[in-house]
């Protein structure tokens, strides 16, 4: 089955992820490129629809980007990606600008496919993003369930926060929203490190930093967190509303509270 090559599937702050900010990826699309790649991101055939909208990740006040991912039968796209193009100038991987304006910004005629489980390939867009040096460093850290939680919140004690968003099993770290955004790495261990506050993700270290002229696609897959927090499952026969529910939470979608607005 041609798998279609996902664009556009941005860290959520709702749900944070190896997937990348789009504020580290603003400016570089060529000028010329710009209208374009705008006109083909909008002329994707629609592939699926989502039952929520997603959300700028600029907080720029547009909170409806649309319920619909687009495809062209090659790459698949939410329709809220031309937004991150035309107001916030973020650039998009090269070999997809190129294949947008060969085309002159309109999709050819293609035979859509059908939304099934392993459709969507994200691994390029994350070896190229994790290449810009646009993903936060998270290898290893996953969002806790209740149950962790609880154990988390027991070990903190007294320790002021606002919610606990991550944890990393193997190094009893966790990561803390201390409120206003700021961001607080904790060891949960006697005698582990001195705690390491962030004003926000912005201060956090990316993964895989490298020179951006020496970075090349196969020779930063990275680490084996590259995938994110839910790697693909291979097997098929899943029913459809799991494939979209684990779509939706890539996505940031997923319905945990806030996670469908900024508010
Ligand atoms: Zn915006």
């Known amino acids: 089955m041609p798998r279609l090559e996902v664009l ?63 495809t062209d039968g090659t790459y698949v796209w939410p329709e809220g990606l031309a937004h991150y193009v035309e107001r916030h100038a973020v650039r998009l991987p090269e070999a997809f600008v190129a294949h947008a304006v060969a085309r002159g910004g309109e999709v050819a005629k293609f035979r859509r496919p059908k939304a099934a489980f392993g459709l969507y390939d994200r691994a390029p867009w994350l070896r190229w993003a994790l290449a810009q040096g646009a993903c936060p460093d ?11 939680q609880e154990r988390i919140r027991a070990d903190l004690g007294p320790v002021p926060h606002a919610a606990i968003l991550l ?23 006697a005698g582990g490190r001195v705690p390491q506050r962030f004003a926000g993700w912005q201060e956090w270290p990316v993964a895989g930093a490298v020179p951006r002229d020496v970075a090349s696609p196969q020779a930063k897959t990275g680490p084996a967190g590259l995938v994110g927090l ?34």
């Not at 992820?17 to 991101?41: I, K």
């Open 8 to 70: 556009g599937w941005w860290f959520s702050p709702f749900a944070p992820s190896t997937l990348p900010r789009p504020q580290a990826l603003v400016g570089g699309l060529d000028p010329a490129a710009r209208e374009p790649v705008l006109r083909y991101l909008r002329a994707g055939a629609v592939l699926v629809t989502f039952p929520e909208p997603s959300f700028c990740r600029f907080d720029c006040g547009v909170d409806d980007m649309g319920t619909r991912d687009l």
């Open 138 to 148: 998270l290898d290893g850290f996953e969002i806790p369930d209740d149950e962790v």
């Open 167 to 189: 944890c990393r099993g193997s190094t009893r770290e966790v990561v803390l929203d201390i409120g206003d955004g700021a961001l607080e790495l904790r060891q949960l261990r």
């Open 230 to 263: 839910r790697p693909e499952r291979k097997k098929g026969g899943v029913p459809m509303d799991a494939f979209l529910a684990g779509l939706r939470k890539q996505h940031g979608l997923d319905g945990e509270p806030g996670s469908g607005s900024k508010e």
